[in-house]
């Protein structure tokens, strides 16, 4: 079955880096775009970014713009969250999650993993 | 644009409950709304997809629709079970296929 498993949260100051992992299977992950999602404590869910299923296109939401970098591996079937000049608003869960459908990005967001939690913090 | 939800709503078991999601500016059917339930403790799931139609696995008493009129994308539960309960965002995206979330009903089943 398909499976998408996050790693790379924690804890990390105001300012600093931290780069998420998440690990694919159980299908073909170079035919699917991807994305980041994510939910600060108590709060809805915020979009992040996507990348298409080839790594071409990406995009990211207003709020992390400049700061965040979506990328992938299709050999080593792995999304990457790359943050920097992170902020104490953007303590949240982020989830990996799989476009529903092949190819072309539908921005229809199934299935999701279990996500990571980041906290910044000094 | 936004997605507005009512933030709680609370219904019997074995009742019917429809949430609705409102789209403050442009065209409720300009895009495709989805829906997904989030469990206490849980990562989303989708729930429907494109408006109206439920991924395999969901059952029927889930329904969807869109209203032209009131510019609003409904989801319909039925026969309401102790295990629905669970957050319910709507999601859609505009013209520059920028991703928008309702902020969530939290439905209580009691």
């Known amino acids: 079955q398909v499976q998408l498993v996050e790693s790379g949260g924690g804890v990390v100051q105001p300012g600093r880096s931290l780069r998420l992992s998440c690990a694919a299977s159980?299908?073909?992950?170079?035919?699917?775009?991807m994305y980041w999602v994510r939910q600060a404590p108590g709060k809805g869910l915020e979009w992040v970014a996507v990348?298409?299923?080839?790594?071409?296109?990406?995009d990211y939401g207003d709020s992390v713009k400049g700061r965040f970098t979506i990328s992938r591996d299709n050999a080593k079937n792995t999304l990457y969250l790359q943050m920097t000049s992170l902020r104490t608003e953007d303590t949240a869960i982020y989830y990996c999650?799989?476009?529903?459908?092949?190819?072309?990005?539908?921005?229809?967001?199934?299935?999701w993993g279990q996500g990571t939690q980041v906290t910044v913090s000094s | 644009f936004m997605l507005t939800q009512p933030h709680s709503v609370s219904e019997s078991p074995g009742k019917t409950v429809t949430l609705s999601c409102t789209r403050s500016?442009?065209?409720?059917?300009?895009?495709?709304v989805h829906w997904y339930q989030q469990r206490p403790g849980s990562a989303p799931t989708l729930l429907i997809s494109?408006?109206?139609?439920?991924p395999s696995g969901v059952p029927d008493r889930f329904s969807a629709s869109i209203d032209t009129s009131s510019n609003s994308a409904s989801l319909t539960i039925s026969d309401l079970e102790t295990e629905d309960e669970a957050d319910y965002f709507c999601?859609?995206?505009?013209?520059?296929?920028?991703?928008?979330f309702g902020g969530g009903t939290k439905l209580t089943v009691l």
């Open positions: 494109e408006d109206k139609h439920r």
């Open positions: 999601q859609s995206y505009d013209g520059k296929d920028h991703v928008v």
């Open positions: 999650v799989r476009n529903r459908i092949r190819g072309m990005i539908s921005l229809c967001f199934d299935p």
């Open positions: 159980g299908f073909i992950f170079e035919n699917y775009a």
């Open positions: 500016s442009g065209a409720i059917d300009s895009k495709f």
């Open positions: 990348i298409s299923y080839d790594g071409v296109t990406e």
